[in-house]
Every structure is written in structure tokens, then in C-alpha cells.
């Protein structure tokens, strides 16, 4: 990555964070709840933890796909892509947070706020903004991979709006500036990356979660591997909720969970034979 451009990203996305925070601060609104958990299945929903809570994470994505069949325990006989994630409550709207993906050891440091409430009691709306920072600390190097040798950092912004149907079924659209998708490309660019999630809660306790995230198609003879992460991904699948827990399990054709690695699309179609499983378990706590 050139350093004017890096500089810029660093710069822009340092703004919009530090507007994030002064908008939060300033908000006096009480929220009202559309989606219960600060996440679907990938991508962030606009929900906050109250002041002082913790919010820990362990996420895995099997490697084999379903349709392995039994050889393969229908997939869970892994290996499998593994992260953990942490994020504190700053306040009742801005949540910190660092998460690390075994998946070329990818370390995020990020920041999240919701900064408006309001719409209509039939549909109320809310909307928040997040952005990050991450490093590929441990991306394997070699011939055909000249941007990984730089060990290039990768950011992203995030408008979230979040309207709720209703009074069960959740909605969210996710706009995303995203810098670096690729760390395989020795030159940088800046994508525009869309997220499209829906929840529909049947009780207190249980939903039913579907989400896509539309990449720019990146493929072409300009790529290292003119195949590798073109398509979008989709992801379905439940979460239970528990006290103090978020217990999701998902289907789908995206094996990376880190943001700066599953917004910059999948090599697999969405389609079931390259569905794999996958779980999020969040535990809140509070000290």
C-alpha cells in the first residue's frame, strides 16, 4: 500500500470514528431493541451493550463442507477456522473491541457506536457506525503473493441501519467503504461492499437469522488467482438466546469470520454443496 494512501484510509477512518463517539455522546434517545444481539451471523447490527459490560466471543467455521457427507461427519470432523473476539461497553452506545482469526493470524482493533434512534413505534430505526483496523500478522509469503509480503494493514467503515417489522422480524442493510480486500495484490484499492441481514424472532428466546454481503467482483487477470474470492456470501441459520449468551449455528459458503476477511467475498458459490457449519457463541459479563 502506497503511504499517501495508507495515510488517507488512517485518516478517514480515525474521522469517522471520532465523529462516532461525539454523536454518541451527544445522543440522549433511548433505544429501542430491533435486533437483540450486536451481530448476525457476520456482519454487526447497530445494538450496544449497556455501560461496562463485556462482550466475549469464540466463533468457529468448519473447513469440510456438508455435503462430505458421513466421511466427513457431514463436516464437523474439521479442521476448522477459529476466533475469538472481545469488545467492552464504554458506554451505554460505543463499544471497543479486538478480534483475532487464526486465518493468517488476522488481529482487528475496532470501534462501534449507535447513534440514533427513532422511525415509528410501528416501524422504529436505528443506526449505527463501526470501523476498523487489522493486520495480517502471520499471512504465509511467496511467488504469486507480492502484496503479502508488505504484510499490508486492511480498514473498513460501516453505516448500519437496523428497522424493525412488525415486532418480529428484524432488518438491516450495511454499507461498507472497505480499503485493501486483498492482501495476495502488491496494489490497494477501495471497494464499496453491501450486507443485507434479516431476523425473525419466533419467541423471546429463538430466531431465525439470513444474511448476504454483495463484494465487488475483483476477479480477472490483474489477480494473483483469478478465481479466489469473487463470489458474494450468503449465510442462514438459529440463535438461541440465552441468559447472557448469543448462541448462533449457520450454514454457509464463507469460511472467514474477521471483517476485513469475509467483506472481501468467498471463492465458493452459494450453493449447498459448499455450505459449511459454523457456530458463534457471545458471552456477556459483567465484572
Known amino acids: 500500500m502506497a503511504a499517501g494512501a495508507s495515510t488517507c484510509s488512517a485518516v478517514a477512518i480515525g474521522g469517522l470514528l471520532a465523529a462516532t463517539l461525539l454523536l454518541a455522546a451527544a445522543s440522549t434517545v433511548d433505544a429501542q431493541v430491533i435486533f437483540h444481539s450486536p451481530q448476525s451471523a457476520n456482519l454487526p447490527t447497530a445494538e450496544t451493550l449497556p455501560k461496562g459490560q463485556w462482550l466475549f466471543e469464540i466463533s468457529h467455521r468448519f473447513f469440510p463442507p456438508v455435503s462430505d457427507g458421513a466421511d466427513a461427519l457431514w463436516g464437523f470432523d474439521g479442521p476448522v477456522i477459529n ?39 410501528a416501524v422504529p430505526v436505528m443506526i449505527g457506525l463501526m470501523g476498523g483496523v487489522a493486520w495480517n500478522t502471520q499471512a504465509p509469503t511467496g511467488p504469486g503473493r507480492p502484496g503479502v509480503e508488505e504484510n499490508e494493514s486492511q480498514q473498513y467503515a460501516q453505516l448500519m441501519f437496523n428497522a424493525l417489522l412488525g415486532k418480529r422480524l428484524a432488518v438491516g442493510l450495511v454499507p461498507t467503504v472497505f480499503r485493501n480486500p486483498s492482501i495476495d495484490d502488491a496494489a490497494s484499492e477501495t471497494v464499496f461492499v453491501l450486507g443485507l441481514h434479516g431476523q425473525l424472532y419466533v419467541s423471546d428466546k429463538m430466531s431465525f437469522l439470513a444474511e448476504r454481503i454483495v463484494s465487488e467482483d475483483r476477479s480477472g487477470p490483474q489477480r494473483p488467482d483469478p478465481n479466489a474470492q469473487a463470489h458474494d456470501s450468503g449465510s442462514f441459520g438459529l440463535e438461541i438466546e440465552t441468559r447472557g449468551h448469543f448462541f448462533k449455528v449457520v450454514l454457509s459458503n464463507q469460511q472467514r469470520m474477521n471483517p476485513t476477511q469475509f467483506l472481501g467475498g468467498t471463492a465458493d458459490e452459494f450453493t449447498p454443496g459448499a455450505w459449511r457449519i459454523g457456530f458463534n457463541i457471545q458471552r456477556k459479563l459483567v465484572f
Open 83 to 121: 476466533r475469538l473476539g472481545l469488545a467492552y461497553a464504554a458506554s451505554d452506545r460505543v463499544m471497543l473491541g479486538v478480534l483475532r482469526s487464526n486465518l493468517d493470524d488476522n488481529l482487528e482493533l475496532n470501534a462501534k457506536a449507535r447513534v440514533f434512534e427513532g422511525g415509528s413505534d
